[in-house]
């Protein structure tokens, strides 16, 4: 009796060890609507549950719409009130955190989070990683950063960007190592993408079936460079009055951007949508995507257009040129050049087969590259030490 209960409580022993998880925290400013928040999201809803404790970290309050999707869902999202200017509570806070729930991992998005928690973890065991998610426009070279960076650098496990634009800015604006840094693209859950078309949504919308559609999706911010693509439309609509662009986002531009439309006179040809959960149902009746910003790392909505087999026209920017293949899965022009982007359009909508094959090499390119899996893949091999 002795020995198989002996036996009986090594398997259990044996059990308990393989399942330990590492707790693995992702430190954000919060988790609103953005392209940063939305990686994080699908990292978090795609991290394997059976090896890992997932948790989030907000400097922040409050937490956002993806932050309140993922709370429902049972995460743990804590937010702290960070005070302006460095606020060392936060670091106290961080560190008792990691302390106190036995954290392996801290993945840090964007520079002022991965500052903070590495401050809050130094010394600790907790690995640190940084991501790097996107760039300002322009780029500028800081001194106290290029003298800061070096020595964050030694405390630093990993960093990532998202793109090989975004590790040169690294390089050259923030002074990491090159060595150091390695560039893992964004990943989208592309369930929703799935969906056959929606027949009656352009009706929905109170548009013809003949209606071609433009269409881009965004923060209504002057670096996404919106007001490109409303210039833009005045002659698209002179060869195909029947054409609309649709605009998906909100954000402090969009005021500007209905009264530039009303001085154009086009309020009759552009939808404003203000933020929508339901994007998917949109990318099902465009007929092209657009992005004319100033700056990306790699965009989720390049990645959403792909996903749902768009052909698009984007702007020569950041990390746009690594996922858009020029004259193979759309076509990139120069950043606020208004007439090589119509140039581009009405090539397309004179071309349709073009655009059909266009859109079906954007989804088999999705596919190799730019997968949730894939990515989740990648972040995991380096919560494991083996990237």
Same mark, same amino acid.
């Given at each position: 009796m002795g020995r198989?209960?002996?036996?009986?409580?090594?398997?259990?022993?044996l059990e308990s060890v393989e399942t330990v998880k590492k707790h693995i925290v992702h430190l954000t400013f919060n988790m609103?609507?953005?392209?940063?928040?939305?990686?994080?999201?699908?990292?978090?809803?795609?991290?394997? %549950?059976?090896?890992?404790i997932v948790s989030i970290l907000c400097l922040e309050e409050p937490v956002g719409a993806f932050g309140k999707q993922l709370i429902e869902k049972g995460?743990?999202?804590?937010?702290?009130?960070?005070?302006? @200017?460095?606020?060392?509570?936060?670091?106290?806070?961080?560190?008792?955190?990691l302390k106190h729930h036995d954290v392996a991992v801290l993945h840090c998005h964007q520079y002022t989070p991965y500052v903070y928690g590495l401050s809050a973890a130094v010394f600790m065991s907790t690995k640190v990683i940084f991501t790097e998610h996107g760039r300002f426009f322009p780029d500028v070279r800081r001194p106290k950063r290029v003298l800061l960076n070096p020595l964050l650098n030694c405390f630093t496990a990993y960093i990532t960007a998202i793109s090989s634009a975004t590790k040169d800015a690294l390089i050259q604006y923030e002074n990491f190592p090159a060595k150091k840094i390695k560039v893992i693209y964004n990943g989208l859950d592309d369930t929703r993408y799935l969906l056959p078309p929606e027949t009656d949504f352009k009706k929905e919308l109170g548009l013809p079936e003949s209606a071609r559609m433009l269409g881009t999706? @965004?923060?209504?911010?002057?670096? %996404?460079?919106? %007001?490109?693509?409303?210039?833009a439309l005045r002659h698209i609509r002179a060869s195909y009055p029947e054409t609309v662009l649709v605009i998906i986002g909100d954000g402090?531009?969009?005021?500007?951007?209905?009264?530039?439309?009303?001085?154009?006179?086009?309020?009759?040809?552009?939808?404003?949508?203000?933020?929508r959960e339901d994007v998917h149902r949109y990318f099902s009746v465009m007929d092209l995507f657009l992005l004319t910003s100033f700056s990306e790392g790699t965009a989720m909505t390049i990645l959403e257009a792909m996903a749902s087999s768009l052909p698009m026209v984007v702007t020569d920017v950041g990390g746009n040129p690594e996922i858009v293949q020029e004259g193979e899965t759309g076509f990139v022009v120069p950043s606020d050049d208004e007439k090589s982007l119509v140039d581009r359009i009405l090539y397309l909508f004179e071309n349709p087969d073009m655009m059909n094959k266009m859109g079906q090499a954007g989804r088999a390119r999705f596919d190799e590259y730019f997968t949730v899996d894939k990515m989740v893949h990648a972040y995991e091999e380096m919560y494991e030490g083996s990237a």
């Open positions: 198989e209960l002996g036996q009986i409580g090594c398997a259990y022993f609103g609507m953005g392209g940063a928040e939305q990686v994080i999201y699908n990292l978090v809803e795609h991290t394997d %549950k059976t090896r890992y995460i743990q999202i804590v937010s702290f009130r960070r005070k302006p @200017g460095f606020d060392w509570s936060v670091v106290r806070d961080i560190r008792h955190f999706v @965004g923060r209504l911010d002057p670096i %996404k460079n919106q %007001k490109m693509m409303i210039k402090p531009e969009r005021h500007h951007l209905e009264s530039f439309v009303s001085e154009l006179e086009l309020s009759s040809h552009v939808i404003f949508t203000g933020f």
